[in-house]
């Protein structure tokens, strides 16, 4: 009986942390147990959906120098709210950067983020006709399942895997890369970041988009 309940228990344990290990995605599993980018820069505000201080984050991260209240000219706010995600998507491609489209799984985020490129993420609070908000996926631990944003007011929010993929996919799953031309995202989509390179020539930006093309073909 006793050898019985050992094996019992050992089965329960086993089969424990199988359950554990397959609440994680394999993609996910293969990836550094924690990261945190703690160089990426920080803007406190909760105006414009927390638009301008993502993008502000975002570009300074590329050595722009810039702030939320430098954007809001440029992003036509206050009065083109809804117009947001296109035209921050539009700014970064007049500051020559490359704007490059994630894949809509939470795994496609965090390979960026360990391979050390904060993400910009439109999420939804889950209040009753909350509008969606912006923010720069910063961090992840991958044994307590949640990650880390700047968003808001505060520099390092966490939220459970689950709890930000269903927030996220609530706001359309809409990630984005904001890359300097020299600089090729982990894992690398070539037809999308030749997309994105064009992209960046219809914005005026022929050097940094043939510096885009350039990079890829020396990848």
Not at 1 to 6: C, F, I, Q, S
Not at 32 to 59: C, D, H, I, K, S
Request: glycine share 10%.
């Amino acid at each position: 009986m006793v050898a019985g309940r050992r094996l019992w228990l050992v089965g329960a344990l086993l089969l424990g942390l199988g359950g554990c290990a397959s609440g994680v995605a394999p993609d996910v599993q293969r990836l550094p147990e924690r990261v945190e980018l703690n160089a990426v820069p920080f803007f406190r505000g909760e105006a414009y959906q927390g638009g301008t201080m993502a993008l502000a984050t975002m570009l300074s991260q590329q050595s722009v120098s810039v702030t939320p209240g430098l954007l809001e000219k440029p992003l036509k706010l206050p009065g083109a709210e809804e117009g947001l995600e296109r035209n921050m998507q539009v700014l970064a491609r007049e500051y020559g950067m490359v704007v490059y489209p994630l894949d809509p799984e939470l795994s496609a985020l965090l390979a960026q983020v360990a391979a050390g490129y904060p993400v910009m993420v439109r999420f939804s609070e889950g209040r009753v006709w909350s509008t969606p908000r912006y923010a720069v996926l910063v961090g992840y631990n991958r044994t307590k399942q949640t990650v880390l944003l700047r968003s808001g007011m505060s520099p390092r929010t966490p939220m459970k895997f689950s709890a930000f993929a269903s927030a996220w996919k609530d706001a359309g799953s809409w990630a984005v890369l904001i890359q300097a031309p020299t600089q090729l995202p982990a894992q690398v989509d070539r037809q999308r970041w030749l997309k994105a390179a064009s992209d960046l020539a219809q914005a005026g930006q022929e050097q940094a988009a043939a510096q885009a093309t350039k990079t890829l073909a020396g990848h």
